[in-house]
């Protein structure tokens, strides 16, 4: 949707009113799956990396309040058991566990009776530091030098003195192509040529949900379910890490919450972040639906309960940008 003929066809489908496009489209039936992370507070300060916030507080309200009004809102449970019912159902999703879901979305999740799921990285949970998506941002955004050097890792030499979302983005896509095993030398080469060291994992003391929080989702009428132990790009791992990493995040949750993993969505969610092992290691943790997210949204007839396509929501979206991928999700919800 970022790109700038996405974003002029979305001007055009939907108008200057808010609601024109309702008259003017054919309507879909299926379900779309949408894709939350952060929420930030209104005065639109972010912290670490600013492409894993999804809307503020106000942005949120504001598409809760249009969805309710115009479609069926779900959660999981009903998308299982109703996938291919007539209508056009939304879901609301949330990935990693970080503490503004509880702090900020919740209650206006709450205000309009949605229920959403939320999709947990126990390993943060239960001994809270900064994740690697968000150590590469800190690394980026404070390092007084003007580039990175490629080392083995880079093709050329990585601008620090211009775009540093971009740079960001590009530093998060390398580390997503990496063997498990050579993540960690990836982040110490970035902190060593950034000249910012390794980010104190203090920083991550007010970052995640409690266990206590997340009960108290649960006890909203909040889903549950998995996202890994410590977010690795499960398809970059071997079967064992992959085993631990789905086994260890059921057991946890089942532990603090007395609730099964039925559902589940992968770290980074692309193509080629999962495989057929991870699909059969989580038939085997009892997992009954897995989320993607590569875009797209479920038609009726679509077959695969292991690979649920979703659609991300981007702060950066704006208003019409949102509407038009509610009104054709063939067209706004992929990239």
Not at 85 to 111: K, M, S, W
């Amino acid at each position: 949707m970022g790109k700038p003929g996405k974003r002029a066809a979305a001007a055009k489908l939907v108008g200057a009113r808010p609601l024109g496009w309702l008259a003017r489209v054919p309507l879909w039936r299926g379900a779309l799956v949408l894709a939350y992370h952060r929420i930030a507070r209104d005065d639109g300060r972010v912290e670490f990396d600013p492409g894993v916030y999804s809307a503020t507080t106000a942005g949120f309200d504001a598409q809760l309040g249009f969805l309710t009004s115009h479609f069926d809102v779900v959660g999981p449970g009903e998308l299982e058991r109703h996938a291919d019912e007539p209508g056009r159902r939304i879901v609301i999703t949330f990935d990693d566990g970080y503490r503004d879901n509880h702090e900020l979305a919740l209650p206006i999740l709450q205000r309009y009776g949605v229920t959403a799921a939320f999709f947990l990285a126990t390993g943060f949970l239960d001994a809270p530091r900064v994740p690697w998506w968000d150590e590469l941002a800190w690394i980026a955004k404070r390092s007084s030098r003007s580039q990175i050097d490629p080392g083995e890792w880079l093709d050329r030499p990585l601008p620090l003195d211009g775009d540093r979302a971009a740079a960001i983005a590009e530093l998060a896509r390398v580390y997503k192509s990496l063997d498990a095993v050579r993540t960690d030398a990836f982040l110490d080469h970035c902190a060593d040529v950034a000249g910012t060291g390794r980010c104190d994992p203090d920083l991550a003391e007010d970052m995640w949900m409690t266990w206590e929080m997340a009960g108290e989702l649960r006890d909203a009428g909040m889903a549950i379910g998995g996202h890994t132990v410590t977010h690795p790009v499960l398809a970059r791992t071997d079967e064992v890490g992959q085993r631990e990493e789905i086994e260890g995040c059921r057991q946890r949750i089942v532990e603090q919450l007395g609730v099964l993993m039925s559902c589940f969505a992968y770290p980074v969610g692309l193509r080629d972040s999962f495989d057929d092992t991870t699909k059969s290691l989580l038939r085997d943790a009892g997992v009954r639906m897995a989320f993607s997210l590569y875009g797209g949204y479920t038609r009726r007839g679509y077959r695969d309960p292991y690979d649920v396509p979703r659609a991300s929501v981007s702060i950066g979206m704006r208003p019409q940008d949102f509407r038009a991928m509610l009104a054709s999700p063939r067209l706004f919800a992929r990239w």
